[in-house]
């Protein structure tokens, strides 16, 4: 069926496309005009003509209108080409109406020319305008005709004046206007200056080295003229290097300008791509490109996918060991639900961004959160933080989850192990912007919070600030979790319709609940030791005379007790076993064991390790670095004390060998015969000089006249003597038996 607009196209026949302009009130008769034409005018047909037309091989329908004006608001246009398209459609709006008339070309003329009159007398009675001619007139309503019988068409075209996208061919005569200032005319780009420009961008503006990335197009101009254009030469007197323009550009009329450099900079190099190639693919994808997508699209429900991520938190905090001590700034390892935005899991401590970190994160999706939260001394009720699932999808940094211990979660728990590309932080950026939403809750309460003047000249070094410890510390980011699932209402949530027919608040708790009622998604739940063993770090300990042996700390456990691992280790041998730990906490390591409900047995500190308890991995290390530091400054003090030691020895030697005299020409069975009676007297001397006199001093003061009666004490015998025979005598007294 033929509509009034349509365009009938004759591929086998040069400009001869028509469009339909006009159908008689029985449908007979259409008019006509040919679009492609610069003087086409209306021809009447029969409409059963063009039906057999469209009908044969040699003509067809066009449904597309390349001719018709692009859509366009009014509000868009300039209000001079409005005032334009106004003008034009005021001259032949009442001739446009009248059909059949203005199709027949003798009725035609005559409804032009009274136009034309009655328009030239309007100018002439307002007396401003331009007179309408028959040419414009004419003009006017082919462009109507020909451009889809709509006024927009009337629009003047100034888009295409010139030859837009083509470049021109240069000649010899200088485009453009005048220079105002200076002798030179100036030079026409021509393509062998543009592949001067292109080898310029290529060599410098695109590369990645530090010096060159923060170079401005104004500085490749500098450059690109300096090695294309200019000659290097030695000046004589100075004998320094100048730069002078080459003889063959100055010959072409000078060098080009600035301003044609950023003219074709523009029009050969596609900004954003250019942008691209500066700042890297990588990073131009992470932090530069358009953001259409959405990650709740992915997901039905709680637990389809989990996001998790680390960061340095800005803040300095001391040791509990040392309080005195600064351990610099903790990691926070936060995992978040894609679905509801709930924060599922949590990990406070100074494990780098690493599989140990995310292991603990990972352990806490699955913890008892009102149980987690006692440990920390907060009183918390079940609803409030009701999570403790292991999630169907697990998306993360490629530098966790290619840890050999991540196949633990695919092969004992099935969760599916997702992967970002390198440097593409954004493909998580959910969990990647709560990094930015809850330090700011939680900043202004935090001495030793680093502030943006850190490190500037002058600035306030607030490492000297810290105050907190790690366990305070953790405390607070509870507690900013806590009222992020709860209260914070998340502005850029994008929902579904379900959720928007529930009316549901975009709040991470509310959306949760509403998810786990209707959209159980693919979360699972296992018990909480399993899935806490099963995710810590393994390592080999020692066992020792003292204890089973991990880094410098001692454990038992009843096993070993049993088994009495000690007593063989101090009679035999050492041997290894292998362990599980949880680096926060060293007041327990776990032994594996086989052949038990639980696959490990829980080891204690010993006596000898008691210092440590509830210290962790980073603070047991710390603290044996210092010992070990500490020690090693003591060293030299220590070793200069014994070398006086030493002198000292040495001098007391010298001067007893000095009294010996010569030696004695006795017999060495002389000098042995008399050890007894000799030490009996030596004893004698000794308890005279070492027997205590308390008072004398005192009593002889007071009464220097006073006499001391001696105490009759019974006289011991010579041979008496107390001390412990010797071999000899033991022996004697056997044989004189």
Excluded at 356 to 365: D, E, K, P, S, V
Excluded at 598 to 608: A, G, Q
Excluded at 678 to 698: D, T
Aim: charged content about 30%.
């Amino acid at each position: 069926m033929l509509r009034l607009g349509d365009l009938i196209d004759y591929p086998d026949e040069p400009k001869a496309r028509i469009r339909i302009i006009w159908f008689s009130d029985c449908g007979t008769t259409a008019a006509t005009i040919c679009v492609e034409e610069a003087k086409a005018l209306p021809v009447l047909v029969a409409v059963e003509f063009l039906r057999d037309e469209l009908e044969s091989p040699h003509a067809r329908l066009l449904l597309e209108d390349p001719y018709q004006p692009s859509f366009v608001l009014d509000e868009e246009l300039k209000e001079r080409h409005k005032r334009i398209r106004d003008r034009a459609w005021h001259l032949i709006e009442d001739l446009v109406q009248r059909c059949p008339d203005i199709f027949v070309a003798h009725r035609r003329g005559k409804l032009i020319n009274a136009a034309i009159r009655r328009f030239n007398s309007e100018v002439e009675d307002e007396g401003e305008g331009a007179c309408v001619t028959r040419v414009t007139l004419y003009g006017y309503l082919r462009r109507y005709w020909q451009r889809g019988l709509i006024p927009n068409a009337l629009l003047p075209d100034y888009a295409k004046c010139g030859a837009p996208g083509q470049t021109r061919t240069p000649s010899d005569k200088k485009r453009g206007r005048p220079r105002e200032y200076g002798d030179e005319v100036g030079v026409n780009i021509t393509p062998e200056i543009r592949r001067i420009f292109l080898v310029g961008v290529d060599r410098c503006y695109v590369s990645k080295e530090k010096e060159k990335a923060k170079w401005t197009p104004a500085d490749l101009y500098d450059k690109v003229i300096q090695d294309f254009f200019c000659d290097k030469r030695i000046d004589p007197e100075t004998k320094c290097a100048v730069h002078v323009t080459s003889e063959a550009w100055k010959a072409a009329g000078g060098v080009p300008t600035l301003g044609q450099f950023r003219y074709w900079l523009r029009r050969d190099h596609d900004r954003l791509e250019l942008k691209r190639k500066r700042v890297g693919a990588k990073r131009y994808d992470k932090d530069m490109r358009g953001l259409v997508g959405t990650s709740n699209a992915q997901v039905y429900g709680p637990g389809d996918r989990y996001q998790i991520d680390a960061t340095i938190a800005d803040v300095y905090l001391k040791s509990r060991i040392h309080r005195s001590s600064i351990i610099g700034r903790p990691v926070i390892y936060v995992v978040i639900d894609v679905f509801s935005r709930m924060i599922v899991g949590v990990y406070v401590g100074l494990e780098g961004p690493s599989w140990a970190g995310a292991m603990m994160a990972l352990a806490n999706t699955a913890a008892d959160k009102v149980a987690f939260c006692k440990e920390l001394g907060l009183d918390i009720e079940p609803e409030d933080w009701p999570c403790h699932f292991l999630p169907g999808a697990l998306l993360a940094d490629r530098g966790e989850l290619e840890s050999a211990m991540a196949n633990t979660l695919v092969n004992t728990f099935n969760v599916r192990l997702e992967n970002t590309a390198p440097y593409r932080a954004d493909w998580k950026g959910l969990v990647e912007k709560r990094f930015h939403l809850l330090p700011a809750k939680f900043r202004k309460y935090l001495p030793g919070y680093i502030e943006p003047d850190f490190r500037e000249r002058g600035g306030h070094d607030y490492r000297l600030d810290a105050t907190l410890d790690l366990r305070e510390f953790t405390q607070i980011v509870v507690l900013v979790l806590l009222y992020y699932n709860n209260f914070h209402e998340i502005s850029g949530y994008d929902p579904d319709r379900d959720l928007l027919a529930d009316e549901v608040p975009f709040i991470p708790r509310e959306l949760w609940a509403w998810g786990v009622h209707h959209r159980t998604g693919a979360m699972r739940s296992f018990p909480e030791q399993l899935v806490k063993f099963s995710l810590m770090p393994t390592d080999k300990a020692v066992v020792t005379t003292f204890g089973i042996r991990f880094r410098s700390l001692l454990y038992t456990c009843s096993k070993a007790m049993e088994e009495r691992w000690f007593d063989r280790a101090r009679q035999s041998e050492r041997w290894e076993v292998t362990i599980s730990y949880d680096p926060r906490d060293l007041s327990r390591v776990y032994l594996h064991v086989t052949g038990h409900t639980l696959p490990f047995e829980v080891c204690t500190l010993t006596e000898r390790s008691r210092a440590y308890c509830d210290a962790s991995l980073c603070e047991v290390d710390q603290q044996d670095k210092l010992t070990k530091h500490q020690r090693a400054n003591r060293h030299e003090t220590q070793a200069l004390a014994g070398m006086d030691m030493g002198a000292a020895v040495e001098a007391i030697t010298q001067s007893a060998t000095a009294k010996q005299g010569k030696p004695s020409p006795r017999s060495a069975a002389a000098q042995t015969r008399d050890i007894r009676p000799n030490r009996a007297q030596e004893k004698a001397m000794n308890r005279e000089a070492e027997s205590f006199q308390l008072g004398e001093s005192s009593a002889s003061a007071e009464r220097p006249g006073a006499a001391i009666l001696p105490l009759n004490r019974p006289r011991v015998p010579a041979s008496d003597d107390y001390d412990a025979p010797s071999i000899e005598e033991i022996l004697g007294e056997d044989n004189h038996d």
